[in-house]
């Protein structure tokens, strides 16, 4: 048998090398192929899903605890001679359609009016904002006008409202707001424990039936509240809200005020008094308040939130470390808490590269169930949550809100995405009202 030249030998081995050469990228690929799939089985089959349970079953308990005590206790007798000097504070600008709503409305609440202070901070408007707000001072003394020459947002207008201020109990209310007429005793009274530094009453929605973004809203709110309220029972993390909220005086200044740099303002002094080891409390008091009714400015209002949710977040990584309060499961809670809009990106991505997964036959194939689990269970909670909306209502046409849901989610799914990427970005951060339209259609609320 004739033995190969050493060209031929050269050939096959120029021939072995080649197919070496182009199949080594394939297998690499390959490999760093079922790697990233074997690894996003991991993470979306079960890391992601798992958390989400747990977090979904824990905001469940809590909302049934507070739909079970959402009473509070409220003071009945009232001795208003004891009554403490109370400050409310309201930050306008631009709010023509609103505020002369708001300021009749403080005029009708029931409180010795020579125990109450109401400072409007009119932050450089360019509408009849100012125009109404002096009309009212100049008929009741208790209301005082400060008009500033340049806005800087609302955080500062109640900080410098708050300069102004002379009462031992400082409110907050927005422009939109309509409190009903016997808020001020039950904050008071509420306040009255001395573990409590602030306290947080409830909102409902003006304007529910304007549009479905509107009535989906307060139906979001009023699901929040009442897990705020299973918090409240259990002495957890109650967060300030932005207004309807109370803090006793002496406490505030303890704090340090208001943080003029935060675009969520009331959750971060909410994160500082848990942190001094003080609480803030639920109470029994109702303020209506218009929610957005288009895309664009809730959007708005949402990026504003989250953004500040996540600038908070790393301001206060320390939070669950540093809280000084006597029950412990708060260092838990507000973790949790804080952590809330990472949970919202997970569970949107889990779901949408979770179903992808399982059509590619990824490995671990039976733990990718789990996120079919998790859709199944995701439209059955928002169908179950339109079918509670139109129980409560009796009114079989909020069932048609179901497909909403749908769009909501991804709504506060981009918000959510949005306000990451500027925090992650370093993008300049900067307060942006939300625009108000003066609607109304629960004219029931108007006679509280």
Excluded at 180 to 199: H, W
Excluded at 365 to 380: H, P, R, W
């Amino acid at each position: 048998m004739r033995k190969p030249s050493l060209t031929e030998k050269y050939k096959l081995h120029n021939l072995l090398l080649l197919i070496i050469t182009l199949a080594t990228p394939i297998i690499i690929l390959k490999i760093v192929g079922v790697s990233l799939i074997f690894f996003f089985s991991i993470v979306f089959g079960w890391v992601i899903p798992i958390i989400l349970y747990f977090i979904t079953g824990y905001n469940l308990l809590l909302l049934l605890i507070g739909y079970l005590k959402i009473k509070f206790k409220t003071l009945i007798n009232v001795d208003y001679s004891k009554l403490p000097k109370l400050s409310i504070i309201v930050p306008v600008k631009n709010e023509e359609r609103v505020v002369g709503r708001l300021l009749k409305r403080l005029t009708e609440l029931n409180y010795p009016k020579d125990k109450l202070e109401v400072i409007i901070v009119e932050d450089a408007s360019t509408d009849n904002t100012r125009a109404i707000c002096e009309s009212y001072a100049k008929k009741y003394t208790y209301i005082k006008v400060f008009s500033r020459e340049r806005s800087l947002g609302k955080p500062d207008a109640i900080e410098f409202g708050c300069q102004k201020a002379e009462g031992e109990i400082i409110g907050v209310f927005d422009a939109d707001s309509l409190p009903e007429k016997d808020l001020l005793i039950k904050a008071v009274a509420r306040l009255s424990n001395p573990g409590t530094a602030a306290v947080q009453g409830r909102l409902k929605a003006l304007n529910i039936s304007q549009t479905p973004l509107a009535e989906i809203s307060d139906y979001e709110m009023r699901m929040n509240q009442l897990i705020a309220a299973g918090r409240n029972d259990l002495n957890l993390f109650v967060q300030l809200y932005g207004t309807n909220q109370f803090i006793k005086r002496d406490i505030l200044r303890e704090t340090g005020s208001w943080n003029i740099h935060a675009l969520a303002e009331d959750q971060e002094l909410s994160i500082r008094l848990y942190k001094k080891g003080y609480y803030i409390k639920m109470f029994d008091g109702e303020t209506f308040q218009e929610n957005p009714t288009n895309i664009r400015e809730f959007l708005k209002q949402r990026l504003r939130w989250y953004t500040g949710g996540f600038q908070n977040l790393i301001e206060h990584f320390d939070a669950a470390k540093n809280v000084k309060v006597s029950n412990k499961l708060v260092k838990f809670d507000i973790a949790l808490y804080l952590l809330n809009p990472f949970f919202t990106i997970m569970g949107t991505l889990g779901l949408l590269f979770g179903i992808p997964l399982i059509f590619l036959q990824a490995p671990l194939i039976y733990s990718l169930e789990l996120v079919v689990y998790a859709f199944i269970a995701l439209n059955l909670c928002l169908f179950t949550w339109a079918g509670l909306l139109a129980l409560k209502t009796r009114n079989p046409r909020k069932l048609l809100l179901a497909p909403y849901l749908y769009i909501y989610w991804f709504l506060i799914f981009i918000s959510t995405s949005w306000a990451l990427i500027k925090i992650l970005t370093c993008r300049r951060l900067e307060w942006v009202k939300t625009d108000k339209t003066g609607a109304v259609t629960e004219n029931k609320f108007l006679e509280n």
